[in-house]
């Protein structure tokens, strides 16, 4: 705490106010962190961190998250003026390589995984995305009105739930593989969650529900700023950072959702 502030007559330094102003770990680690998560398309994992940085693997996964706060923040934007793109998808592991002990034998699909719904603005290329718990109609409608303008055009596959949208809406039938009308069609979010589950099956192996809607801001919040060189990208990450706390005992507490923790 190197600097004194004569209005409020305490001490400060550049933690102050921050999700790092409890961390130990030296500003230095936290750099070099936070170079190796914005410049890596299918970000780092927890193992690589510690190894590269130096600190304990309990270490490198709570720095992670903290930084994946500071993306919360910084990828999430208004409704957008369109047009605009909606999907929705399911993360997880197949029924079929799950251990005998771990299947559901409940069908296929979307059984035991996680819903994330996504809108992707094609004017200004912007990404926002969250897990939902599931895709009826009352939570995709609500998801759209909360991204797309009143006067924005929305495309989306021809899942019922999108039935009955107050905006002008066209559709492609995904089930009877159309996939571009004209103008109407979902290939850039559709590439959105191809990024993301690259990276779960390529770099993280196992994304818990409990804590999967931090990895999605990740990733949306990376892609709002590919466009960016690097130091800008750390720039807008760092940002994020103030007026953002994650605790380790709220990163660990229950939420409701499954961990995926071995019994």
Excluded at 4 to 18: A, E, L, N
Excluded at 63 to 87: N, T
Excluded at 224 to 242: H, P, W, Y
Aim: hydrophobic share 35%; net charge positive.
């Amino acid at each position: 705490m190197p600097y004194w502030c004569k209005d409020c007559r305490s001490y400060f330094s550049v933690r102050t106010g921050t999700t790092i102003v409890r961390s130990n770990v030296p500003l230095r680690k936290w750099a070099i962190a936070i170079y190796l998560v914005t410049t890596s398309l299918k970000s780092v994992s927890s193992m690589k961190l510690h190894r590269d940085i130096g600190v304990s693997q309990k270490t490198a996964w709570f720095i992670l998250h903290r930084l994946r706060e500071a993306w919360a923040k910084e990828s999430s934007s208004g409704p957008f003026d369109g047009p605009v793109e909606m999907d929705e998808t399911y993360v997880g592991g197949k029924e079929r390589n799950k251990h005998a002990s771990e299947k559901l034998h409940a069908g296929r699909g979307a059984v035991g995984k996680t819903a994330v719904v996504g809108a992707k603005d094609r004017a200004s290329n912007r990404v926002n995305a969250k897990v939902v718990r599931s895709t009826d109609k009352a939570i995709l409608h609500e998801f759209v009105a909360d991204n797309a303008a009143p006067d924005a055009t929305v495309f989306t596959d021809d899942a019922r739930a999108y039935q009955g949208l107050p905006y002008k809406h066209e559709s492609v039938k995904h089930s009877v593989s159309e996939y571009v009308k004209g103008m109407a069609h979902t290939n850039g979010v559709e590439s959105f969650w191809a990024t993301l589950k690259r990276a779960h099956k390529g770099t993280f192996h196992k994304l818990s529900p409990k804590h999967l809607n931090r990895y999605v801001q990740e990733f949306a919040g990376k892609h709002n700023f590919r466009n960016s060189d690097t130091i800008q990208q750390m720039r807008s990450l760092v940002a994020g950072l103030v007026g953002r706390n994650l605790l380790y005992r709220d990163l660990v507490a229950d939420n409701g959702l499954d961990s995926a923790a071995r019994a």
